[in-house]
């Protein structure tokens, strides 16, 4: 039977519960156990991709496509899984699913109702996709991560409180815990608790009792005693049910954190998790993980040569609409020995018209720029700013820096290459000028121009690298020098099939195309030292113990040449994140490869 866990929160929502939940799906991976995770988003919306990054944080895209919650890509980064669309609930998806079934007479003329319709198909939901295989095993996970986005009490969560509260007894005291966040307010250097009781009373009076409080503490100095014995007195739970989270030096340190107060001892117990049977390979994947993150965290402490990256982008003012990327850079700086130094810049404010309206503005921008080891254009989507990434890149391209773009990044440096190096001072992209006369980025035909969710070339698609690329790429080096790699797509524009040939001829090399040879999705500069742009988002697939293979020669080359070669050097083992049956599928349904003929990259031991 699979084993659940709710993770709910209180008082204020982005409290952290999907660190809290994360960490501890991680934390039972190092026991042996296979993991999987569920996120439920109450807003109304199908997914997550028409929402703007500055209203949502980061649209996190996964392999089949499926545009989700950030929290998905925390997820997939702790656990190292591989999750479908599925694992991300809607109210907008559940109430669409009752209501198709409703139309097609499933109810046999009954009233539909939020209780019992909307419950069970809430409970159906996470039961049915519980079971869904996520890692290289191919087995059926045995704990499920459940967390509930918003805060307990508001409106539009009420149908999913409702359905978790049945869902205990339809899956079984033994089978069902409730980890939940709230918050403990320091005034004036006294922890108050009151908040944290109200939430509690308010989830009991709903009918869910929690087994575990995660009282998330306003600065570094944890939970002390008197705190604790009051929240597990006006709470109703064990001191030893009470956990502080305090503000530790990185979100990476949360599982040793969680791991020192007996979370995994508790949840064994009132889970009766001793009682699954766990094979010997398992319990010594579990091992070796816990004492790999541990002395990944033990040599964070340890950075002190700093790399300095800016990132030149459209929605700096909330820095989670970049959470993937700041995560690859983070994972890649570890790797790389480096302590990360980010700064922020907004593309506008690199703009001519900046210098007449913000001096200030301007010239802090620039001297971000030019001060930065490496600069970094990451996705987005509109004409705002584009400008000021053109002159990003062109800085960077000249001064011979570092660079990385991403998706509209790269896109951005093919302009910018037509314009200064091929003389084409026209040259833009269809979407900043739909009536462009020299549109090097173009519509993708395929592409619907008036329905936006889900319609743009989504999910995990293959790239091929061209013949003799292998003796100079260092892109095609950092992934192993594999010459078919898999990568996550998110985008409605490709480059111009007229102007290819021409840009490749001024040095811009595709040194990486889709199968058929037709769009091109990876450029580099030869004669640079680290000059690389992915139409694809390769952040989607970083992992803390796996870091991108772009975004880890980024860093490399920002840190040192020498750096850059030791790390290419590595990557000579480099494994995709990819579990195999999930690249042998996308291939086949994508219609990549034929089935006879499948690259045997892709075959796992027993296919072949």
């Known amino acids: 039977m699979t084993k659940y866990i709710l993770v709910s929160g209180g008082v204020i929502s982005g409290i952290g519960k999907g660190v809290i939940a994360s960490s501890t799906g991680l934390l039972l991976k190092t026991t042996g156990l296979k993991v999987t995770a569920i996120k439920i988003d109450p807003y109304?919306?199908?997914d997550a991709g028409t929402m703007a990054?500055?209203?949502?944080?980061?649209?996190?895209v996964l392999n089949d496509g499926g545009e989700v919650d950030l929290d998905l890509g925390n997820y997939e980064r702790y656990l190292d899984v591989t999750l479908s669309r599925d694992n991300n609930i809607t109210t907008g998806k559940i109430y669409r699913e009752v209501?198709?079934?409703e139309r097609r007479g499933d109810y046999l003329g009954k009233t539909v109702q939020i209780v019992p319709h909307i419950t069970n198909a809430i409970q159906d939901w996470i039961e049915r996709v519980s079971k869904v295989p996520v890692d290289d095993t191919g087995?059926?996970?045995d704990v499920c991560i459940v967390e509930l986005g918003g805060t307990v009490g508001d409106i539009e969560s009420a149908p999913f409180i409702e359905a978790m509260r049945q869902f205990q007894f339809r899956v079984g005291h033994e089978n069902f815990a409730l980890i939940h966040v709230s918050l403990v307010v320091n005034m004036h250097g006294e922890q108050k608790t009151k908040p944290t009781q109200t939430t509690v009373r308010d989830l009991r009076g709903l009918g869910l009792l929690p087994d575990l409080i995660a009282c998330r503490v306003q600065g570094k100095d944890p939970l002390d005693g008197p705190t604790k014995a009051k929240v597990s007195m006006f709470c109703h739970v064990g001191k030893d049910q009470v956990l502080s989270v305090h503000d530790v030096s990185s979100v990476y340190h949360v599982p040793l954190l969680l791991k020192s107060q007996g979370i995994i001892e508790f949840?064994?117990?009132?889970?009766?998790?001793n009682m699954i049977s766990i094979s010997r390979p398992l319990v010594e994947n579990g091992e070796s993980l816990q004492s790999r993150w541990k002395a990944l965290t033990q040599g964070q402490e340890r950075l002190y040569e700093p790399v300095n990256i800016?990132?030149?982008g459209k929605y700096t003012a909330l820095r989670d609409s970049y959470m993937s990327v700041v995560k690859s850079l983070e994972h890649s700086a570890?790797?790389?020995h480096r302590k990360l130094v980010l700064q922020w810049v907004d593309s506008s404010d690199l703009e001519p018209e900046t210098l007449e309206t913000s001096p200030v503005r301007y010239h802090d921008a620039w001297r971000a720029l030019v001060a930065a080891s490496g600069v970094l254009i990451p996705g987005g989507f509109g004409v705002r700013g584009t400008e000021g990434m053109i002159l990003a890149a062109k800085w960077a391209r000249e001064q011979k820096r570092p660079f990385l773009g991403i998706c509209l990044g790269f896109q951005i440096a093919v302009?910018?290459?037509a314009r200064n190096v091929c003389g084409w001072t026209t040259a833009t992209s269809q979407e900043f000028s739909p009536e462009a006369e020299c549109p090097v980025i173009v519509y993708m035909p395929e592409i619907s121009k008036t329905h936006l969710g889900g319609t743009m070339r989504l999910g995990l698609r293959s790239t091929l690298f061209s013949e003799g690329t292998e003796s100079w790429s260092k892109i095609r080096k950092l992934y192993g020098g594999e010459q078919l790699i898999w990568e996550r797509h998110r985008h409605r524009y490709e480059v111009g099939p007229q102007y290819i040939e021409r840009l490749e001829k001024s040095g811009l090399n595709f040194v990486g195309r889709d199968d058929k040879g037709e769009r091109m999705q990876i450029f580099e500069l030869q004669d640079h030292p680290y000059f690389v742009g992915l139409q694809a988002h390769p952040e989607f697939c970083t992992r803390p113990l796996n870091p991108s293979p772009p975004f880890l020669g980024f860093v490399a080359a920002a840190s040192d040449p020498a750096v850059l070669e030791e790390q290419l050097k590595l990557q000579k083992t480099y494994k995709s994140p990819h579990p195999k049956p999930t690249l042998l599928f996308t291939a086949i349904s994508e219609k990549q490869v034929k089935v006879n003929g499948v690259h045997p990259d892709l075959l796992s031991d027993h296919t072949r």
Not at 53 to 60: A, L, Q, S
């Open 99 to 101: 209501i198709e079934k």
């Open 53 to 60: 990054p500055t209203e949502h944080g980061e649209v996190y």
């Open 310 to 312: 800016v990132l030149v």
């Open 267 to 273: 949840l064994q117990k009132r889970l009766d998790l």
């Open 139 to 141: 087995e059926e996970p």
């Open 415 to 417: 302009i910018e290459s």
């Open 44 to 46: 109304m919306n199908i």
């Open 334 to 336: 570890f790797r790389c």
